[in-house]
């Protein structure tokens, strides 16, 4: 039963997040995009979340965009290693829930 709890908690929260994405990009004309790298290195543990920009869809860049416990987004390049090591964190506590 507490599995079943943890999985509806994780797909509420995913909700949530697909919510506050999708109210952010409500036409074309106001989706926002990485333009730029951010030159800080965040720790694992502050992030909640993220999402990948691509540049073949709508954006200019490749990016990962990282939402931390503040609720601010942050732009990192999927190629640096400290952005792989905190994609592969946060996929494996989603994982755990």
């Given amino acids: 039963m ?3 709890e943890k999985g509806l908690l994780l797909a ?8 506050h994405l999708c109210s952010k990009s409500e036409a074309a004309s106001n989706f926002d995009c ?4 951010t030159e800080r290195v965040l720790r694992p543990g502050r992030l ?3 999402i990948q920009q691509l540049a073949s869809e709508a954006c200019d860049i490749n990016a990962v965009i990282f ?3 503040d609720k601010l ?3 990192a390049n999927p190629k640096q ?3 792989k090591r905190a994609v592969r964190f946060i996929s494996q506590k989603v994982k755990r829930m």
């Fill in 67 to 69: 939402y931390t416990e």
């Fill in 12 to 19: 509420a929260l995913m909700a949530v997040l697909l919510l």
């Fill in 48 to 50: 909640v979340g993220f």
């Fill in 2 to 4: 507490m599995r079943n």
């Fill in 73 to 75: 987004a942050v732009c």
């Fill in 34 to 37: 990485c333009l730029r790298y």
């Fill in 81 to 83: 290693p400290w952005v």
